[in-house]
């Protein structure tokens, strides 16, 4: 579909766009498709106080079919203009679909990369070790609605050898007046790693490494990151073939990051302990960028692919999925932090503040808040004490319970140091998901029509999810007695955002 089609098929679903208002699962504060299906957040970035939220996107179904570059632009995260689609499926390197991509902002405009897909059908594939094109694209934009030229840098045959037909998802670093490209890939030996590119100028790409961890963690790695943060580089991807180990990889594929320590110049690669990023149901291909406050701000996709449970709840309103909050990143003390944007407060109205003894029950308008709960420990004077007796007071510590009703059939609950989220009918085949958490100190919930996000011990660690309730006037109960401290909770307005069409 190139623009042209787009243009010509537009007013052709005005019925699409008129179905999506119907539905009470719209998001308030997410950013959802105008129509049809969503995916990969793509090409974030910030550009002359502007920022850019690209995202794979099929405008005339909610399914499966080619992939454009869907466009939101904002300056404040309140705001948000839903520009038309910026990139299309219209060469012969991509025709089966823009994939995803990263951008890279310079004085004069923005360079974008992303995978052009190619799917071949002449005789029998695998699509694995053939069958398949992932072609390396390149484009730039003054201004990040116009392309000014696109061209094809790299194809299958300049990637190693040995690697299968899966290699994309391009994130460009710039490191000592240098680039270099990390892509996710699989090679002939079902091994997942990232590959690495350099280049001087944007434009002239040469393998440089392929790297693996020391163990084999899964067969395919997607959506690649490479950033530093707070003296810290960071890896993230999207491990896919990681088998469930105690409470940690409990999707079908996984979503987080490596501490690394890459010395990209003598090729020497020093990866930490693989993190998730969420230990809820829906979150996947996620991205970062640096905006022009300096912050590392990161936005995922709220779905999973493959996954057991489902989001069909909209389909008949012509829409499907979401992405997730814009969070913000932080390094300290060995974990990478999340919480969401301070922008995010301009939503808050209908404050409530209360001690944790006299928090009951709220009724949010639409299901719709932001609560925030601190716990308080009880403070107990100790003065001799042998081991054995502090150990039992930590253990008491840790043993704190805690439950909390979100909404009729979704509880949050912690029992000896494990917090649980479980989900009734309105989790459309979600049931539960669990965190370690050794000592609960505070929980940020956001709670939006059909998403919630929760956010522990400041963002140390974070579950999300969809979810699809029957009606909207829904109570938030707190089940727990035992518990001291405070609540804080705001009801949350809409994002106003100008859709295009309008003009």
Request: aromatic share 14%; glycine share 8%; with cysteine.
């Amino acid at each position: 579909m190139n623009k042209e089609i787009y243009l010509e098929e537009y007013p052709k679903h005005k019925n699409m766009r008129e179905n999506v208002k119907r539905d009470k699962n719209r998001l308030h504060f997410h950013m959802m498709p105008p129509t049809g299906w969503m995916n990969d957040p793509n090409g974030l970035c910030q550009f002359h106080g502007i920022n850019h939220i690209y995202f794979q996107y099929t405008p005339f179904l909610a399914g499966w079919g080619t992939k454009l570059w869907g466009h939101y632009t904002t300056q404040d995260w309140i705001h948000y203009e839903e520009e038309e689609p910026f990139l299309f499926p219209d060469t012969k390197w991509d025709r089966d679909g823009v994939y995803s991509g990263s951008a890279i902002v310079k004085e004069d405009g923005i360079h974008f990369f992303y995978t052009g897909n190619v799917k071949l059908y002449d005789k029998e594939y695998d699509y694995i070790m053939n069958g398949r094109e992932q072609n390396t694209m390149h484009l730039f934009s003054p201004d990040g609605k116009h392309i000014t030229y696109k061209e094809m840098v790299m194809t299958n045959d300049d990637y190693p050898s040995n690697m299968s037909k899966h290699v994309r998802d391009p994130k460009v670093y710039e490191k000592d007046g240098t680039y270099y490209m990390i892509q996710g890939g699989r090679d002939e030996k079902d091994r997942g790693c990232a590959l690495l590119f350099q280049s001087a100028d944007l434009k002239n790409w040469k393998w440089y490494d392929t790297i693996y961890p020391e163990k084999t963690f899964g067969y395919m790695w997607e959506c690649p990151d490479l950033f530093e943060i707070d003296g810290q580089q960071i890896m993230t991807c999207c491990p896919q073939g990681v088998e469930q180990k105690g409470y940690d990889y409990q999707n079908v594929y996984q979503c987080g990051y490596f501490p690394v320590n890459f010395d990209l110049v003598n090729k020497k690669y020093e990866f930490g302990t693989f993190v998730e990023f969420d230990k809820g149901f829906d979150i996947y291909a996620t991205q970062t960028f640096q905006d022009e406050q300096g912050r590392r701000i990161l936005i995922g996709w709220m779905g999973i692919p493959d996954a057991e449970y489902d989001n069909d709840a909209t389909v008949s309103y012509d829409w499907i999925h979401a992405l997730t909050m814009p969070r913000e990143l932080s390094f300290k003390d060995g974990k990478l932090l999340q919480k969401p944007l301070k922008e995010m407060q301009e939503l808050r109205k209908n404050e409530f503040h209360c001690a944790l003894s006299e928090f009951t029950q709220w009724e949010p308008e639409d299901s719709c808040f932001e609560l925030h709960i601190d716990f308080e420990e009880k403070a107990e004077k100790v003065e001799k004490v042998e081991i054995v007796e502090i150990i039992e007071k930590e253990r008491g510590q840790q043993s704190r319970s805690m439950k909390l009703q979100l909404r009729e059939d979704v509880i949050l609950s912690l029992e000896e140091g494990i917090l649980r989220l479980n989900m009734g009918k309105s989790g459309r085949g979600r049931k539960e998901r669990t965190a370690k958490v050794e000592k609960l100190r505070n929980l940020t919930i956001f709670s939006d029509t059909s998403a919630i996000e929760i956010f522990i011990n400041d963002g140390e660690t974070v579950m999300t999810t969809r979810v699809y309730s029957e009606n909207l006037k829904q109570k938030v109960t707190f089940l727990s007695k035992e518990n001291t401290g405070s609540v804080t909770g705001y009801e949350l307005g809409s994002f106003i955002v100008h859709h295009h069409e309008e003009v």
